[in-house]
């Protein structure tokens, strides 16, 4: 029994990697130096997990001149109207690595980085630090 659970499971968990996929983030002219990319993965529901992972990325205190923080936004893409989402502050440790994760329930939209003095701003006004630009699969 335990056998054809197993055997039952491993196609489930292809199908869930098959909707999973990474896409390098563009960096800014902020930190040229650093890297990221965006794992994606859509969930059952349509719904987009979306996961940052950041690597060289000077902490915002020590930019010039000095931001409080990093901000991650979502802008749909089939919407331009529509204003650029604040999904929270992308933190950045000692050792110049971060992660940030959050979902989305749009198909198709661009996420990026802004340095902000403003962490809880309604709308981007910092420089930008990383963008990228998801499609479906």
């Known amino acids: 029994m335990k056998r054809i659970a ?7 968990l292809l199908l869930g990697m098959a909707w999973a996929r990474d896409i ?3 960096p800014g002219t902020v930190d040229p130096g ?4 965006v794992n994606i993965n859509t969930q059952k529901d349509e719904t987009q997990q979306v996961k940052l992972d950041i690597q060289h990325l000077a902490m915002a205190s020590a930019l010039t001149p000095p931001k409080m923080g990093y ?4 802008q749909p893409t089939d919407a331009p109207e529509h204003p650029a989402e604040n999904h929270g502050v992308l933190n950045i440790g000692n050792k ?15 996420v990026f980085v802004t340095a902000e003095d403003n962490l809880h701003a309604t709308q981007p006004s910092g420089p930008e630090v990383f963008r990228a630009s998801v499609t479906p699969q």
């Not at 901000?71 to 979502?74: G, Q």
């Open 24 to 26: 390098q983030l563009t």
């Open 71 to 74: 901000v991650v936004w979502i």
């Open 34 to 37: 650093a890297q990221g990319k």
């Open 6 to 12: 197993t055997l039952l499971a491993i196609p489930v």
């Open 96 to 110: 110049m690595q971060g992660s940030f994760q959050t979902t989305t329930a749009y198909p198709r939209y661009n």
